[in-house]
C-alpha cells in the first residue's frame, strides 16, 4: 500500500495528457528579432563606442533596425558623445548609424542638441544632420535651419558647421581671479 500511495499521482494522470500536434501550416520564420540588444566595438583608432536598444529587427546580414537606439563614443581626449532617439538603424559594416524621431545629443562638457534626424560615423567620430537643429551649451545657444556637422579636429578640437540659415548666441565669459594673472 505504500508503493500504490507514492504511484497515485502518476495513476490519476494518465489518460489526461493531450497529443500535440505541429501545425506545418505555419510559415518559416523569416526574420531576426532581438530584445534588449548592445553592440559594443571600437573604431581604427581604438575609441570605444556602443549601442543599445529597445529592440532591433536584423535587415540584412550588416544592417539592423533599432527602436529607442542610445549609445555613446568616447573620443581619445577623453570627451563623451551621447545619443538618443525613437528609432534608427545600425549598419555594422560601415559603422554608421542613422537616428531618427526626437535625436538628442549630449556631450561630457555640457551641450545639448535636439534634432529630427542625425547620422553618427563612428571610424572618423563625425555627427551630422539635415534637418532643423537647436542646441545649448556653456559658450551659447545654435539653430540652423538645415542641419548641422560636428567634426573632429586634431588636439580634441571640434568643429561645429551650422547648414543653411543659422543662429548663434554667444554668452559673454565671466572673468576670474585667475583670468586677470598675466
Known amino acids: 500500500s505504500v508503493g500504490f500511495a507514492i504511484g497515485w499521482p502518476y495513476l490519476v494522470s494518465v489518460g489526461k495528457e493531450a497529443l500535440s500536434y ?3 501550416s505555419l510559415p518559416e520564420i523569416k526574420e531576426n528579432r532581438m530584445i534588449r540588444p548592445h553592440y559594443l566595438s571600437t573604431d581604427e583608432k581604438g575609441q570605444a563606442f556602443h549601442i543599445d536598444a529597445d529592440w532591433a529587427k536584423q535587415q540584412t546580414n550588416d544592417l539592423a533596425n533599432l527602436i529607442s537606439p542610445n549609445g555613446s563614443m ?4 577623453g570627451q563623451t558623445f551621447n545619443l538618443k532617439a525613437k528609432a534608427g538603424a545600425y549598419d555594422s559594416q560601415t559603422k554608421i548609424l542613422n537616428l531618427e524621431g526626437d535625436v538628442i545629443l549630449t556631450s561630457t562638457d555640457g551641450y545639448f542638441v535636439k534634432t529630427e534626424k ?9 555627427i551630422e ?3 532643423y537643429v537647436e542646441g545649448k551649451g556653456p ?3 545654435i539653430m540652423a535651419q538645415d542641419g548641422f556637422k560636428v567634426e573632429n579636429q586634431p588636439q580634441g578640437k571640434k568643429v561645429i558647421t551650422l547648414k543653411g540659415p543659422s543662429k548663434v548666441v554667444i554668452h559673454k565669459l565671466k572673468k576670474t581671479k585667475d583670468s586677470n594673472a598675466p
Do not use: C, L, P
Open 139 to 141: 559658450s551659447g545657444e
Open 118 to 126: 542625425a547620422r553618427v560615423t563612428f571610424d572618423n567620430k563625425v
Open 22 to 24: 505541429i501545425d506545418y
Open 129 to 131: 544632420g539635415d534637418s
Open 74 to 77: 568616447t573620443t581619445i581626449e
